[in-house]
């Protein structure tokens, strides 16, 4: 599924850009989602790190697009923006932001669908390399890549990343299923870990991280088969 967010004041304009992306959706044969925002500051109200794109109009009385891609930024490095622009001069600045593209007003459905073609094979990419992990009130997406190792306690699932912790209900199955092919490994019963935090084996136990190390015990039950995987992992080195 490709989820996206259209932050865009005119209302012809956001139910254009709605009746596109469903019938992009409908020829391409894959689902979309999307959430439709009037304005800037809507979207960042109620923004969470679950979009993979989004259609950003530039200019919003209220928040214009380039401060909402300020924003945004500063909790999202992964979302793809582009931005709605009559003017193409406007939309070079958004490249600061990372911007990943820019579409020209009036937005015609030749064009539209030629820019979605290259999106969406950048989204799926992004997608290969992230979770979705619903909690009480929030649905994260994070990079398997940011996760330093996953912490079963009870019914509940730590996700120790590099921005912090993220706790949500669950069970070790459930985070081996979501982090399956990403080079995970259990240490024990207890702990999922990324191979690509791995500083060393020492003995029984693992060193994960540099600016912050945190040791885990390794079980005699899984000593071998962990220790195995990480040294293919790092190419037998």
């Known amino acids: 599924m490709l989820r996206v967010a259209v932050a865009e004041d005119q209302l012809d304009s956001r139910e254009k850009l709605a009746g596109f992306l469903s019938r992009y959706q409908e020829e391409g044969g894959f689902e979309i989602s999307y959430d439709l925002f009037a304005d800037g500051s809507e979207l960042i109200k109620h923004y969470q790190k679950q979009y993979d794109v989004i259609l950003l ?76 992990i619903n909690g009480n009130d929030r649905v994260y997406k994070i990079r398997c890549s940011d996760i330093i190792f996953a912490e079963v306690i ?26 399956e092919g990403q080079n995970f490994s259990k240490c024990n019963s207890c702990y999922l870990v990324n191979f690509r935090h791995v500083q060393v084996i020492n003995g029984n136990s693992v060193v994960l991280g ?19 995987a990480v040294i293919r992992y790092f190419g037998g080195i």
């Open 154 to 179: 009870g019914h509940h699932v730590i996700y120790h990343t590099i921005d912090g912790d993220i706790e949500v209900y669950g069970s070790m199955k459930s985070a081996e299923e979501k982090l």
């Open 57 to 132: 109009d530039i200019e919003m009385p209220q928040m214009d697009g380039m401060k909402t891609a300020e924003l945004i930024r500063e909790q999202d490095n992964d979302v793809i923006l582009v931005f709605i622009t009559n003017v193409a001069q406007y939309a070079v600045k958004g490249y600061e932001y990372q911007a990943y593209d820019y579409i020209l007003k009036p937005v015609e459905y030749d064009v539209f669908m030629f820019k979605m073609q290259r999106i969406v094979t950048l989204a799926k990419q992004n997608q290969d390399n992230s979770i979705i």
């Open 210 to 228: 540099k600016d912050k190390p945190v040791e885990l015990a390794i079980s005699r039950s899984r000593k071998k088969e962990f220790t195995e």
